[in-house]
């Protein structure tokens, strides 16, 4: 019996340290479009398996979903990324060069590890072969642990994917590939990610402890609006890092001093915070002009929940002195049904299950 492989769409799945999002795309006259989102925020965190497994339920009772076939991204406290540099020989064996030089690194044994290289860049010297590549780890035990939760939730997972191979899949499908490394940055609930990406391989990759609620948490900290998550975001959104802009010799003509004032106040509580994520993104950036021998950078892109602060790309450009856009990939995929959009949040972090549900899965 012959049978017909054809490649499909599974449901992209981003379990974050305190949301689940998901998402699913289909061809629609040789077009991508999105049959389903799905975004759910968790304040007691992912860490409950009885919470998650019941917020998971919600995306298989899903009527927008089609199949229980997954592509699924676990957070990032369950897995151990880190870059190595190694030589083999010619005829020596590359996968057991990367295990014995990743056995250095692994926080915990080797054969309790399922070890993936995302990103693996060769060049030839003499009688061997030198490689860079990016290593991503995780315990078996977890992957099995999130295998079995899926299934509970009535889902089944094709692939363990990671972060950020998600984005890069996903920026790469928005944008046209350059011949410039590209900085991306996916600003996250309590994580954000970090990487530097050229056309051959994963240059940097960062984990950094900072997102929107750890900012809003100490904006909220420092003014009197009773605690108002929903108020602190209208004032970021509404004023932000504008006071950069302003101009004291035009500022009778097109503020009032009061608006002046808050804006000023705003900036002055949020930039410190602000600065602590361009601190990690700096050094980033400096370790990738080293390894790719002082590159130009395409620029800087931004994903997540980076919209929530009005102009966060000038001022980022500003200091960086790169060129600096916020993403928001559901302006530029077509939506199978406006509707979807009805129970997501604005400022929902979409963009890495969008980036998981682009991996093609073939199904007999």
Known sequence: MIFDIE??????IDIGAKYIAAAQLRDEKGKKVLRGLHYRKLDAGTENDDILVSALREITKSKVFAGRRVVLSIPSKNLSIFPIHFQIEKTGSLEEAILRESEKYLPFPLEDAVIDYPSLLSEESGDFNQYKALIVAARREDLKKYMALLKDAGLHVDVFDFSVSALIRLHYYLYQKGPNPVILGHIGLSKSLFAVASQESIVVQRDVGWGSEV??????SSIDISHDNGSAKAILKRHGLSYED?????????KDSDTIGIERAVYQIITPHIDEFLHEMDK????ARVEARSPEFEGIYLY???GIVSS??????????????????LDRIPLSDKRLLAAIPDDAPLALALGLSMRRVPWL
């Open 304 to 306: 997540g929940q980076a």
């Open 246 to 254: 302003h101009d004291p010799a035009k500022a009778d003509q097109e």
């Open 215 to 220: 900012m809003l948490e100490e904006f909220l």
């Open 284 to 287: 980033g950036i400096s370790y």
């Open 312 to 329: 966060l790309d000038k001022y980022i450009e500003r200091r960086m002195n790169i060129r600096t856009e916020i993403v928001n990939p």
């Open 7 to 12: 490649s499909r769409y599974p449901i992209g």
